[in-house]
């Protein structure tokens, strides 16, 4: 991808359609649902500025300019294409300092391309392209500060190192090998070349241990989730779960009287976060998807109104 192309890639709702997360986001209450659609958008601009094939020179220089409006839009003069987040900006209080921190997550790739990082460098970049996404959404969404905050230090993190290990070969094709140098030479490898890498016999003993941290950064949340989300099935006799094989998703049958999305929006508009069955295959009205990855007590008194809007 050229940079005219990236920078091309400017309506927030049009880069947002050819995302697996647009079904989830269009159903959203439209203040909310234009901010996540912006957020998706900045995201994708400057991550395709870091990922386009121009001189590395007018990368940093593209990236800059966006650092540039960041400040312009708090400064309270944005340019014309962060005219639109003004107003996300003041209802949810999205910080300066998040935003910022995804451009400098970004531009980690743009010097030089990254091998093997350290743990330390390796946690930085994540907490950066992908921790701070999470702290711009969790705001959009009303959580609580401290735990939106740690939801998206966890989650972000899991995420990110489960899409490393997914697209190990796709990045060495590129150039980069985000495996921790640390986890390589506990293998006995101790070159960075991403394509050497690759081939080494080795290579399960680095991606293993990433593999159980990403799992230690979410089960424990979904399993004292979801042991909530039981108690409170026991009292509520008309609706089923369905039995969990791993995931981070509760799949529910309750009564069925009118369309789901027309369910889920008024679950939403009570602050109940689900999604539609029909967003994940169902054939017919009556299910609804939880997340059981969000912070205890906010699951817990979702399910307390989940139950109460049901009777």
Known sequence: MTLQTAAANANYGTSASGSSFYTAMRILPRAQREAMFQIYSFCRQVDDIADSDGPRPERLAALQQWRDDIDALYQGHPSPRLQDY?????????????????????????????RAPDFATLDLYCDRVASAVGRLSVRVFGLPEDDGILLAHHLGRALQLTNILRDIDEDAALGRLYLPREGLLHAGITGDDPQKVIAERALPKVCVPLVERTKAQIRSRVRANLSALDEHLERLKSV????????????????????????????????????PGQFFGMPESGWLVLSLLGPEDEFREGIKKLEAYIF
Do not use: C, N
């Open 240 to 275: 089923r779960r369905l039995e969990v094989e791993g995931g981070w998703y509760a799949v529910l049958r309750v009564p069925s009287l009118q369309p789901d999305l027309k369910t889920v929006h008024e679950l939403l508009e009570r602050g109940v976060w689900v999604q």
């Open 86 to 114: 003004a107003a996300s900006v003041r209802t949810f209080g999205l910080k300066r300092e998040d935003f910022l921190a995804i451009v400098d997550g970004m531009e980690m790739d743009v010097p030089q391309d990254i």
